[in-house]
C-alpha cells in the first residue's frame, strides 16, 4: 500500500517530535523557505565552525512531509563540513526524483546509507509533494550560498 | 432526501476514476463541474455562430452578438436585475471586484475614508482594496466574527461610521460556509451614505437570489462556480452606480470617440468591457444559468441544506475532527471546512486522494480568516447539485483511514 510507504513510521515519529527544532543565536547562516501555494514554512540557522556545521536548528509550520523532511535534516547534517552538506543535497535531490541520477544509497556501498533519510523516497510516488519534501533542502541550499 | 442524482449523467467527468477509485469531486467551492449543456452550447457557437461582437455589418457577426447579449439578457433575468443593462461581463468575480475598486474607489475615496470588509472575506475582496487604499489614502476596518462563525455585526453601526464610503462583504464564505450579513451591511452602508458591495462567487450559484431585494450597489459573481466556463464573470451594478463609475480598462469596444488625447465612453454596459469578451464563454455562462434554471434554484438550496445537513452529522461523528463553520445547515452554504487531530489538512488531501476523493486543502485564499481562526490551513469539502450522500460515506470511511495511517488513537 503506497500510502504507507509515504507515511511511514520514521516520518510520522520525525513530524510529531521534531529534532533540533530550538534557537540558536547569532547563527552563522540562516534561510527562511516558505512554498506560498500551500503556506508550509521553515528557518533554517546553522552554526558553521571551521567549514564544519556543529549545530543546526530547523523550525517550521506545515505538512508531516515538510517537517519530517527539515528534522531529519538537521539531525544529518550536524557534523558534516559544507563540502559534505551540498553533496548530501544533491543526494536527497536524487532520492526525491528533483535531480537526475542514483542517489546512491547502495547498501554495498561504505558510507551510503542516508539513514532515517531513505524514508523520503516514498514520496516519489506523490509528485505533488514532491516540493513538500524539499522545502527544507531547499531553504538549505540558500543558507548555504549566502555565506559564500 | 431531494434527489437530483439524475443529474450526474450530464456531467461527463464524473465517470472518470481516480487512483482506481470513482471519482468523488468535492471541490465544487473551488470550480464547478460542467455539463454536456454547457459543452454543446459553447461548441455550438465556435462550429456555428463565431465572429467578431458589436462591430461587423455583416449576418454572421450579428448573429455572434445576439448569442453573446442574449447570455447577459439569461443571466440578468437568473438574477432579476431590473434591466439586461445592469450585467457587465467579466473575467471573473476578482475582475469584477477590481473593477469596482478601480472605476468606482479611486474615483470617490478621500484619505481617511473608510471601507468596511469582514474577517471572513476571500482574498478578492481584500487585495483590491489594499491596493485602492494606496492610491487613496483610505482605511480598511474589518466586521470580526462571532463564536459561531457568523460576521459579527452587535457593532456594525460603529464600524460602518460616517467616514464609511464602502462597505463590502461576502454572501457566503468559501471557507466557513457562513452566509454573510447582507441585509445588515446593505442596511448600515445605506445609513451612512456609503455603497454597499456583495461578493456574490459562492451564494449566487447556491441559492435563488434577487438582487432588487438584496438591496445592494454591486453584486460579483462567476459562471464556473456555478456550471459555467472559467474565463467569465459578470457585474451587476444598480444602473445609477453602473451610471457614475468610471471604466476600469480601456481599450476597443468600450469607446464612443476617440481623438488624439481623449475619448468618450460607449454606453453603460459596454463601456466596462474593454477589447473582445470572452464571447464564447458568455454563452456557456447563459447556458448554466439555463441548466440551473431548469432545476430550479430553490431546488438547489433545499439540495445543498440536506447534503450538507448530512455531511455535518457524519463528519461530527468523527473523533479529533474540528469543523469550523456554523452547525445550522440553514445559516450556511455547502462549503463545509475541518481538521482532523494532527494531521495536517495537506496529508489528509493526499490519503483522500488514495481514495478517488478531490478535497481542497489550504489557506483558501483567505489568509487572514486562518490567523483569526488559528490555523495555518484547514481541508474543505464542499457541495454542489451533483453529490449524493454515498459520496460523503466515502469522504468518511476515507477519514477513518486518515487516523489509521497516521496512528491517531
Known sequence: MSLDELYRQVILDHYRSPRHSGHIEKADATAE??????????????????????????RGRGCSISQASGSMMADKIVGLTTDEVDELIHRVKRLLDIEPGDPGVDPDRPGAKLGDLEALAGVRRFPVRIKCADLPWATLQEALSAIG | MIDLSHLRKDFPILSRKMNGKPLVYLDSAATTQKPVQVLDAMDHY???????????????????????EGARKKIAGFINAGSEREVVFTR??????????????????KPGDRIVLSHMEHHANVVPWQLITRHTGAELAYLPLTDDYMVDTSRIGEVVDDKTQIVAISGMSNVLGSFGPVAEAVAAARAVGAISIVDGAQLVPHSPTDVQALGADFVAFSAHKMVGPTGVGALWGRMERLEEMEPAEGGGEMIRDVQLTESTWAEVPHKFEAGTPPIAE??????????????????????????????LEKLTEIPDLTIYGPLDPEKRGAAVSFTLADIHPHDLATILDQ????????????????RVLGVPATARASFYIYNVPEEVDVLVAALHEARRIFGVA
Not at chain 2, 355 to 370: D, F, I, N, Q, T
Request: proline share 2%; aromatic share 8%; glycine share 10%.
Open chain 2, 282 to 311: 458568455a454563452v456557456g455562462f447563459g447556458a448554466a444559468v439555463d441548466y440551473l434554471s431548469a432545476i430550479g434554484m430553490d431546488q438547489v438550496r433545499k439540495h445543498e441544506i440536506e447534503i450538507t445537513r448530512y455531511a
Open chain 2, 46 to 68: 465556435y462550429r456555428h455562430l463565431n465572429a467578431n461582437v458589436h462591430r461587423g455589418a455583416y449576418l454572421l457577426a450579428e448573429e455572434a452578438t445576439d448569442a453573446y
Open chain 2, 355 to 370: 481514495e478517488g476523493v478531490a478535497v481542497r486543502a489550504g489557506h483558501h485564499c483567505a489568509k487572514p480568516l486562518m
Open chain 2, 92 to 109: 471573473s468575480t476578482t475582475a469584477a471586484i477590481n473593477h469596482i475598486a478601480y472605476g468606482w474607489g479611486l474615483y470617490h475615496l
Open chain 1, 33 to 58: 523557505g516558505q512554498n506560498p501555494l500551500c503556506g508550509d514554512e521553515v528557518t533554517i540557522e546553522l552554526r558553521i565552525e571551521d567549514g564544519r556545521v556543529t549545530d543546526a536548528a530547523v
